[in-house]
């Protein structure tokens, strides 16, 4: 038997290097193993790095919601960008334990993934409500426990340097609306308005008179100057709602960077650590940091000449705005001086010293970048929320109307070892009481305040002074100015009796049963072998039939909407892409294999008539087109692996933003699987095999006869 | 002694097409055990379709065949294979090697496909036959290395290594020039007196025909007639040799 194989080989050897159309079929064969391998190999360690962060961050290992519920969960938002409409799950509790008797199943952690936008405070009103408290001050109606120790000069100087940080602002908007003016051609009234408010101003008469009647100045200010301010812009936060206590246990890779973690049963906010970086870090100081983490990768990377850098230089000149609208004349003139040290010039106008301090290459840009973090930056406020503030998120609840809620910021997290995956570093935290708030669905508090009001309890008359202050100032690292991130605080204020019950709903503990006993959108369910998913989501779903619990099982990749099914897409487009080449490989291998027969049947005939069985002329056949395939398929999976294994060594560097976001991080390592081979293999074997099925049938339809003819 | 090959009132017919065209028009002959037989006939006397029928390749239109004492109008296509495998050896005008096999592979085939022998066994077995035609030296050429008197020889050895019965030669000579034929004739000569084995083969060189014992003319696939023994061989072909279509011996 070994011996007719051995032979059997041996033929399929010899005829494999007589024909020069073999090595095109063989090209075509390693080109085709040799994609799969890679391709392979690339989208199954894209998986990985995806699953670790899908997983890893939100979705846990299989997510439930109601099957009630009008659309599919999309963790990441779903086809048409806004968040799926799914139906709450009203008894989560009854949910959680019904579960957790499964043997694969860890813990549940209840959720609702939700996004809103968000504005950061106006920078005049920040400073106008500054200014305002030190006239109260100086007036002795001082409400800022900060500001109680300020009297006489020191008060004097502070005064006179917020009223030179609003004029330094209005300078700013009167360049501003000259170059629109210009650019734009923007000629209008509202324009002209803005034009005159400004001009009034920035006059001196104004100022002059601004201490005999601060209190209507600042109305004037604040009526027609801070609304001409756009430097407020909308931020898209997305947040999943969740039992704070049990995803700090569950996910156990996610590590407090900033702040600390929210208090066991407590109300809070936790920012993801990258989407804070990104965005919500004063701009000029993430351009900064960009550019030294790019320096610092290593690979001798440099600003000269490299598109991205340079951009970022660009843009850090261009765009000094936000730092000198941020800083009040004290802190203007400080900076102003320490800048013309550094750069040696007696230039005295702010913009065009920040324009050349920001003007960095290779050889000034550690200097520059320490400078800014050691002078300038802790005068300015770096970060548009800060860890202590509070931050009201507007969101349309069910029934159509606007809702908000006020959370503290805790700190900032991100996940161990997807510090910088954008997708890991998207979601912000919040507890599940200010989510089902924010929402409309019912909580205890709400129950709590609708007995309440049933009792006829009374409202409360806040004062917009109080309320803020109630409101803002119980955090730890809370500074006077700190309301940034507040959104439109007028319609917060508004409501009277709300005040009281949000500052009231910030220092309330809710026991664990609180946060579970109530309505949850969708839970994340953690397994204990993560590799018996499948049949755990079948155990999940039989169980909801069997206890009529209405709920749904999918797994992390379903769950994560269009995002999990980028790399079924993916795959796909590689099967066809491979299935393109190996069909034409089967056309071309067939035709081969037929010629190769026919000019082969006094051969295949002198064999059968000698004694060769059909069978055996089907089995040389197929062996021949098998040896061919393994030859160069086997070249092709060594081809692939060496490549593989380069990558793996050397790893592929995340150079856009959309790749960081593949890869889960700056670099994607990608490893090779014995899966991957085997799949490689058994292609080959398969497309073989088929592809000579034809000719192998003809060739055992080869006469003996054919033997005697002789070929003239 | 008993008939190793049996035909009886045998038609052979082939159709071109709606023509049908008649091989072998009724022919009857019986071969002994041990014969070296020559069938002689001009081009188109249906030499070659008798060989086919005797060497289990095709099948009577109508007759029996019998080889080896199977009616091979009985036996279905996977049984006539396994008899041609372990009862015939084919000698081939044009040799019929498998050019990308070496010499050695090429005499071991059969045996590889018969399944009988062990690798050392094998080896002997072949060996011992390329001794015999003289190619021992040879073994591990390839084909194309070979002259056409080797080629043959080697074809020799194959048909022989399977210790077949019957060992069936058409034209075996006649892509040889006149000195190798004659050595290829000598060899299945003497191969027939050392191991018994049954030559049939077809020519129509008289030089060859010369060595049978027995001579079959067919003309017009008809059996012409049967000369059995040098003397009776030797008169008929005189009589071919004036007039290749001959009448029957008295």
């Known amino acids: 038997m070994i011996a007719r194989l051995v032979v059997l080989v041996q033929i399929a050897l010899r005829n494999l290097f007589a024909s020069f159309i073999n090595f095109i079929i063989g090209g075509i064969i390693l080109v085709g193993t040799c994609t799969t391998v890679v ?542 080449i190996f069909v034409v490989a089967m056309v071309i291998i067939n035709n081969a294999m037929m010629m190769a027969t026919l000019q082969r049947t006094q051969t295949i005939g002198t064999m059968r008539a000698i004694g060769a069985q059909r069978s055996f002329v089907l089995t040389m056949v197929l062996v021949e087109t098998l040896v061919l395939g393994l030859v160069f398929g086997v070249l092709g999976m060594g081809l692939g692996t060496g490549f593989m294994s380069y990558l793996g060594s050397h790893g592929i560097n995340a150079t856009t933003d959309i790749m960081y976001f593949f890869f889960s991080g700056p670099k994607l390592l990608p490893t090779l699987s014995a899966g991957n081979l085997i799949a490689a293999l058994v292609i080959i074997l398969v497309v073989s095999s088929l592809s000579t099925l034809i000719p192998a049938v003809i060739a055992t339809r080869v006469s003996p006869l054919r033997a005697m003819q002789t070929d003239e | 002694m008993g008939s190793i090959v049996s035909i009886r009132d045998v038609v052979k017919e082939y159709s071109l097409g709606k023509v049908v065209v008649p091989a072998l028009r009724g022919v009857s002959l019986e071969v002994e055990k041990g014969e070296f037989i020559s069938i002689a006939g001009p081009s188109g006397s249906g030499k070659t379709t008798m060989l086919n029928l005797i060497g289990c390749v095709d099948t009577a239109t109508r007759g029996v065949v019998e080889v080896a004492g199977q009616d091979t109008g009985k036996l279905t296509e996977r049984k006539l294979t396994a008899l041609r495998l372990d009862t015939i050896g084919f000698i081939f005008q044009s040799f019929n090697l498998v050019s990308v096999l070496t010499v050695f592979q090429n005499v071991e085939f059969p045996l590889l496909l018969q399944r009988k022998l062990n690798g050392a066994q094998r080896k002997a077995r072949v060996m011992q036959l390329l001794e015999q035609v003289g190619l021992a030296t040879h073994a591990k050429h390839r084909p194309n290395e070979l002259s056409g008197g080797q080629r043959q020889r080697v074809a020799v050895a194959r048909a022989l290594v399977t210790e077949p019965q019957i060992v069936l030669a058409d034209e075996p000579t006649a892509n040889l020039d006149s000195v190798t034929g004659q050595a290829i004739i000598d060899l299945m000569k003497s191969l027939n007196q050392q191991k018994g084995t049954t030559f049939i083969f077809s020519t129509h060189d008289y030089k060859v025909m010369q060595h049978a014992n027995a001579v079959v003319r067919l003309a017009d696939g008809k059996l012409q007639g049967r000369e059995t023994g040098e003397a009776a061989v030797a008169a008929a072909l005189k009589g071919m040799s004036v007039a290749p279509v001959a009448q029957a011996a008295p």
Request: glycine share 8%; proline share 2%.
């Open chain 1, 39 to 580: 391709g392979g190999g690339m989208l199954d360690s894209l998986d990985r790095s995806m699953s670790r962060s899908v997983i890893g961050s939100v979705a846990g290992h299989v997510q439930i919601y109601s099957t009630k519920s009008k659309d599919e969960l999309a963790l990441f938002g779903g086809m048409t960008g806004g968040d799926p409409e799914l139906a709450a799950m009203t008894d989560f509790a009854k949910v959680k334990t019904a579960l957790e008797t499964l043997p694969n199943v860890k813990t549940v952690v209840p959720m609702g993934v939700s996004g809103a936008l968000i504005t950061s405070g106006n920078t005049v009103d920040l400073v106008l409500a500054r200014l305002r408290d030190l006239y109260k001050v100086r007036d002795g109606k001082n409400v800022n426990p900060d500001l109680a120790d300020l009297s006489g000069p020191a008060l004097t100087e502070q005064i006179a340097a917020q009223k030179a940080h609003v004029r330094q602002i209005v300078n700013v908007l009167k360049g501003d609306y000259t170059k629109a003016k210009v650019l734009l051609k923007k000629d209008t009234e509202e324009t002209r308005e803005g034009e005159e408010a400004l001009a009034r101003v920035s006059d001196d008469g104004f100022w002059a008179g601004f201490d005999t009647d601060p209190y209507g100045s600042l109305e004037y200010l604040e009526n027609r100057i801070a609304p001409l301010v756009t430097d407020s812009d909308l931020l898209f936060i997305r947040y999943a709602g969740t039992n704070l206590d049990t995803f700090q246990q569950s996910f156990d890779r996610m590590r407090v960077i900033d702040g600390q973690k929210v208090p066991e049963g407590h109300r809070g906010f936790l920012i993801a650590k990258f989407f804070y970086e990104n965005n919500m870090k004063l701009k000029n100081a993430r351009r900064l940091d960009q550019i030294k983490e790019a320096l610092d990768e290593g690979n001798n990377r440099v600003i000269k000449g490299d598109p991205v850098l340079e951009r970022l230089v660009k843009e850090n000149q261009a765009q000094t705005r936000d730092v000198i609208l941020q800083l009040d004349g004290i802190k203007t003139a400080q900076v102003i001086a320490a800048l013309q040290k550094l750069l040696k010039t007696e230039q005295t106008d702010f913009a065009e010293l920040l324009t050349s301090f920001f003007t960095t290459d290779d050889q000034n840009f550690r200097e520059r970048y320490d400078f800014f973090y050691k002078e300038i930056a802790p005068k300015l406020q770096l970060y548009r929320v800060k860890v202590g503030d509070s931050l009201t998120i507007k969101a349309f609840t069910k029934s159509g109307y606007v809702q908000s809620v006020n959370v503290k910021v805790y700190g900032t997290f991100s996940f161990e070892g997807l510090e910088k995956s954008p997708l890991a570093g998207s979601m912000c935290l919040m507890d599940l009481m200010s989510f089902r708030d924010l929402y409309g669905y019912l909580t205890t508090d709400k129950l709590e305040e609708m007995k309440a009001l049933k009792a006829g309890a009374q409202a409360k008359e806040v004062s917009r002074e109080h309320a803020e202050d109630d409101l803002f100032g119980g955090g730890d690292v809370v500074e006077a100015q700190a309301t940034a991130g507040v959104i439109d605080d007028k319609a917060q204020l508004s409501g009277t009796g709300q005040a009281m019950h949000q500052e009231d709903l910030v220092k309330r503990v809710y026991s664990r049963e609180e946060i579970e006993n109530g309505v949850v959108l969708n839970a994340a369910v953690m397994l204990k072998d993560p590799a018996r998913l499948k049949q755990t989501i079948a155990d999940i779903n039989a169980l909801s039939e069997k206890d009529g619990l209405s709920i749904k099982a999918v797994s992390w990749q379903d769950a994560a909407g269009l995002l999990g099914q980028f790399i079924l897409v993916a795959k796909l487009v590689l099967f066809f892409f491979v299935g393109v």
